[in-house]
């Protein structure tokens, strides 16, 4: 219990040395990795489809590989977009 | 109760006291991307781009003056392999024959962002100057641009527009779904993600490569238990040297997917489909 009140005790002299625009700094913070993480969620699963999807189609046609490939990084320059956007969001709460 | 005196310990000494900060901070960012002005009006950014279209112009200017009918060496082998490049995998595969017009335009951006991206990985420069906003955004600008323009030229404004707005074959009902999207997607959507792909992307690596460099910095050159802390910092410099390799990729596929976007979008304005 008396460790208790103690970690309490921290933290609350945690907060009240903090400014405001420093607790705002330290929640958007937070919430910038927050974005990020769910940001990338999609995009990873989307890009292992499309690369695993080319995978198959030139092991199936070799000889058609070099469409197949400019075809995949299209693709995957149009997926990987939604998380590059996410990680826009991030700098934009972390650092501006 | 002796694991809650030890968190209690451990957390009076990971607070940092009021005005102190402890271990590893991470600088602001204008201290990574922003450099004094050597003068004013022109940074360490503003050089490299300028010096990337020095150095492009002049690979190619020097190629041109080879005697063409000699077997390629030096500069001009570097230059046909580069075009070679583009018109194979690039213009051949987007835009088919009738595209090969475009190949001045599509290498110079090819050879310009691969210039810009490349100096994030070589040392003592480090910064990729298309990390800032600013070329990213003018050059998808002029992408923009271009492929409207051409669009306009070879279907006619009201032909080009009426392409891009009702695309054929789809059910008239769906028009009302299709068309905003459609609008949204091409003429604004088109040129903000291509801006922000080259960008975020070489901003990310960026990142990446100042984080594990600090990390390793702070852990190799640490004041207090150093035989403990040292062993530990080798792994971030592996991982960092592994990241540089890995950067010179990103830089080559950056340049490589803005161009095939490029050559798409303006194949797609050059052949409606039917």
């Given at each position: 219990m008396e460790a208790l009140t103690r970690i309490a005790h921290v933290s609350a002299r945690v907060a009240a040395e903090l400014t405001p625009a420093e607790l705002k700094a330290n929640s958007a913070a937070q919430m910038a990795g927050l974005a990020y993480g769910l940001a990338a969620i999609g995009p990873g699963i989307g890009i292992g489809m499309i690369f695993g999807k080319a995978i198959e189609a030139m092991a199936r046609q070799p000889e058609s590989a070099g469409m197949v490939r400019t075809t995949m990084f299209l693709g995957v320059a149009f997926t990987e977009a939604l998380a590059l956007i996410g990680f826009v969001a991030f700098i934009l709460l972390k650092f501006a | 109760m002796f694991s809650t005196q030890l968190a209690i310990q451990v957390v009076e000494k990971l607070v940092p006291a009021a005005g102190e900060g402890r271990g590893f901070s991470f600088p602001p960012i204008n201290t990574i991307l922003r450099w004094k002005d050597v003068v004013p009006g022109i940074n360490k950014v503003v050089i490299i781009a300028i010096l990337s279209a020095l150095i492009g112009t002049v690979l190619f200017l020097v190629a041109s003056m080879?005697?063409?009918?000699?077997a390629p060496k030096g500069a001009r082998n570097l230059a046909e392999i580069i075009v070679e490049f583009i018109e194979k995998n690039i213009i051949m595969e987007t835009m088919g024959k009738s595209g090969m017009g475009w190949t001045p335009f599509l290498l110079t951006m090819f050879v310009f962002i691969y210039l810009c991206n490349l100096p994030g990985i070589i040392p003592f420069i480090q910064m990729p100057a298309t990390a800032r906003m600013g070329i990213p955004a003018f050059m998808a600008l002029l992408v923009w641009v271009v492929f409207n323009a051409t669009g306009i030229k070879h279907q006619g404004l009201f032909g080009y527009f009426k392409n891009v707005l009702f695309p054929p074959g789809v059910p008239k009902a769906l028009y009302i779904l299709v068309t905003p999207i459609e609008l949204i997607s091409t003429l604004v959507v088109r040129p903000f993600s291509l801006a922000v792909r080259l960008f975020a992307n070489m901003l990310a690596g960026h990142l990446l490569l100042v984080i594990f460099a600090l990390l390793s910095q702070s852990l190799i050159q640490a004041e207090t238990m150093r035989f403990f802390l040292i062993p530990i910092g080798v792994l971030p410099f592996g991982l960092l040297i592994f990241l540089t390799a890995f950067e010179i990729l990103v830089a080559f596929l950056q340049a490589y997917i803005f161009t095939v976007l490029t050559a798409v979008y303006i194949g797609g304005a050059t052949h409606p489909e039917h």
């Open positions: - | 080879k005697d063409a009918r000699k």
